[in-house]
């Protein structure tokens, strides 16, 4: 839901990769990512081709799971704002391959006539983003010292596409820079490299209404999948959850060990008295109501994501003063 960009970025290229490994292998040719035939016979077309398509389907795999992971952006911050930043990152990753395969050769000697095929480029420029923006939430310890969390499995789907070809580190490193200087506003690329709004109306008239989903209901109980992919994924989803609620009840000890008991009845009296019997019998004074504060866009979205309520996630973020966790605990609570 709210991400048919990520939703076309996962069927179309994965079809077609599958179709050229099976069907029509004679037409792979043209979707090889050759810097040789760039360079020198000027064949620019291949820039798009072999930028687009994978060609092995170890990476096709990979680069969907991490696509289907990264889709909260998409979520968070428009389907325009999400594509221009694939669009950015995409352009200028496409320049810094060509600066690293001629750095490569110039310092070490390695000529380098191909690179491997596929959206591998904006894929890892997307990992910026996802270190620097996502909540890091502990899950286990693994002999007492390794910590795994809630983005372990995805470092460890970036690292398997990393090992998956003998020159796929150009294509990440120069995806890691390219979103470095996207998400930094390097040289005010984000301006520059960006999709206009004619485009972006014309492509949500089109192909939106393709690969939108409807929006799920609260009222409808949802069963478990019918595959095992997608129980996994609901059962994690399900310990995403759990693990919110543990690290809040975590914070809370830690504050009554401080003395900062969280009074639940200042902070939430709209909330509160919501699920009260008697609350049309009861009308709170002024100087109970506390004052309404602005609320952050990005932690309403993160309270979205998790299942509440927009109403809900705006008024819990007002009563707790845009305290995430306070706001995440009382809603996981009522």
Known sequence: DKAPLSKSLLLVPSAISILLTLLFQHYQKFFAYNLQAIK???????????????????????????IYNFRIFERRYGSRKFSSFLLGAWMLSALFDLLLVEIAEYIFGITINSLPSGFLGPVFALFVPFYSSIPRVQVTQVLGHFSITNKTLVYILGLQLLTSGSYIWILALSGLVSGICYNNSILKVHRILCVPSWVAKIFSWTLEPIFSS????????????????????????????????????????????????????RLFPPLRHRHNANYQDHHPSEQDTPPPTEVSEEQVARLMEMGFSRGDALEALRASNNDLNVATNFLLQH
Do not use: H, Y
């Open 40 to 66: 020198e016979d000027f064949q620019i077309w291949r820039l798009v081709c072999g930028r687009t398509i994978c060609l092995d389907l170890k990476d096709t795999f990979c680069s969907s799971l991490l």
């Open 214 to 265: 409807a929006e799920p209901t609260n009222e409808v109980r949802v069963g478990m999948g019918a595959t095992v992919d997608i129980q996994r994924q609901q059962r994690m989803e399900l310990l995403d959850r759990q693990i919110m609620m543990s690290q809040v009840a975590q914070m809370r000890r830690q504050r009554q060990q401080q003395g900062g008991m969280i009074n639940w009845n």
